[in-house]
């Protein structure tokens, strides 16, 4: 190629292009770029996988943190007491702590030993009534088989030797002794009502004999007695129980002792609804367990709805778990069964 510096006429052949200085006019010349490679596509270097650094990483985090659960101090769950808090700042746990506690556990106790005691004063009197009435049944028969036979002998004597004074003589012992009557032997009875209208009466139509009749008596007579004497004993102890309860609660102060006898007589006796009352107020003033006292009350009151005692206790729990509706008709209703409930509204605090 010619020099394009001087413009002389040297030729500057492509192998001398590559040289600073014309040869001829010795001008320096500009350098020739050198030629670009062709661009060849390049690949992309290998990846390495990131899955197990990945997991790697997971295990390490999992055990540093298994090893923090592990070996972390724990400390004591119940909280420590307070001893340099002043005493008497907090309200109360338990509601057995308070007077009114006190007093309404004292009111509970003497009124359900007042129902026992009028309950085995009712039953008393109508064991006496009950034995009454058997004796008068009693007596009653004896007295209409006399009138029979008065009668009968007034009717003989009335009547000619025959086979009729001898009928109505056999059926007159058959009604007493037995046996039971045939069907000519009862038409016959009924012509003479006079005589034997009474005796068919109590010995349903001459089916059971009088003899019969009394020892069934004599046998209801007994069986009734022996239930009543059972009864009353049962009644009895139950008041030597709940009277028991008294100076064992507010005199050795054995409240744990008292609830446990009060458990052994529930399970004794399930029927005895004073029993469930007093434990379910020891479950709600003296433990705080309200859940369980609402269930015996709730028991008590089953057994008879005019406890008022049961209907206030149960209110009481249901308020300290927070019904406040359900507690307020349990209190109404141990109000109208007794006022004497009235006195402890206080127990109700609107802070629970």
């Known amino acids: 190629m010619p020099c394009a510096v001087r413009k002389c006429d040297a030729l500057i052949i492509t192998a001398e292009a590559s040289a600073a200085v014309c040869p001829k006019c010795g001008a320096a010349l500009p350098m020739a770029a050198p030629s670009e490679a062709p661009a060849w596509p390049r690949q992309a270097p290998p990846r390495t996988p990131v899955w197990p650094l990945a997991l790697m990483s997971l295990v390490f985090v999992g055990g540093i943190l298994w090893l923090l659960v592990a070996f972390w101090p724990r400390g004591s769950t119940q909280t420590p007491p307070n001893d340099d808090a002043p005493a008497g700042d907090d309200e109360p746990a338990l509601l057995i702590a308070t007077p009114e506690?006190?007093?309404?556990?004292?009111?509970?106790?003497?009124?359900?030993?007042?129902?026992?005691?009028?309950?085995?004063?009712?039953?008393?009197?109508?064991?006496?009534?009950?034995?009454?009435?058997?004796?008068?049944?009693?007596?009653?028969?004896?007295?209409?088989?006399?009138?029979?036979?008065?009668?009968?002998?007034?009717?003989?004597?009335?009547?000619?030797?025959?086979?009729?004074?001898?009928?109505?003589?056999?059926?007159?012992?058959?009604?007493?002794?037995?046996?039971?009557?045939?069907?000519?032997?009862?038409?016959?009875?009924?012509?003479?009502?006079?005589?034997?209208?009474?005796?068919?009466?109590?010995t349903r139509s001459g089916l059971v004999p009088l003899r019969d009749v009394n020892r069934a008596g004599e046998q209801e007579q007994k069986a009734a007695a022996e239930k009543d004497r059972q009864a009353d004993k049962r009644l009895e102890e139950q008041v030597k129980t709940l009277e028991q309860l008294g100076p064992l609660i507010f005199e050795d102060k054995q409240i744990d002792t008292a609830f446990a006898t009060l458990t052994r007589t529930v399970r004794a006796a399930p029927d005895f609804g004073e029993a469930r009352t007093l434990r379910g107020a020891l479950l709600c003033l003296a433990k705080a367990d309200y859940a369980a006292g609402a269930v015996d009350c709730d028991d008590a009151i089953r057994l008879d709805r005019r406890n008022a005692a049961a209907f206030y206790l149960r209110g009481l729990c249901h308020w300290k778990r927070g019904g406040r509706n359900q507690a307020g008709v349990d209190f109404q209703a141990a109000i109208m069964l007794e006022p004497r409930f009235q006195r402890y509204r206080e127990l109700f605090d609107p802070r629970d």
């Not at 009138?147 to 003589?169: F, I, K, N, W, Y």
Request: glycine share 6%; no cysteine.
């Open 101 to 202: 506690g006190l007093d309404l556990l004292a009111d509970v106790l003497e009124m359900q030993t007042t129902r026992v005691q009028d309950r085995r004063g009712r039953h008393a009197q109508e064991s006496r009534r009950r034995a009454q009435q058997l004796n008068a049944d009693a007596d009653a028969r004896k007295q209409i088989a006399l009138r029979s036979d008065a009668q009968l002998r007034q009717v003989l004597g009335r009547l000619p030797p025959g086979p009729e004074r001898s009928l109505l003589t056999e059926i007159a012992g058959k009604l007493s002794v037995g046996p039971t009557l045939s069907a000519q032997e009862r038409l016959t009875a009924q012509k003479y009502p006079q005589v034997f209208a009474d005796m068919l009466k109590i």
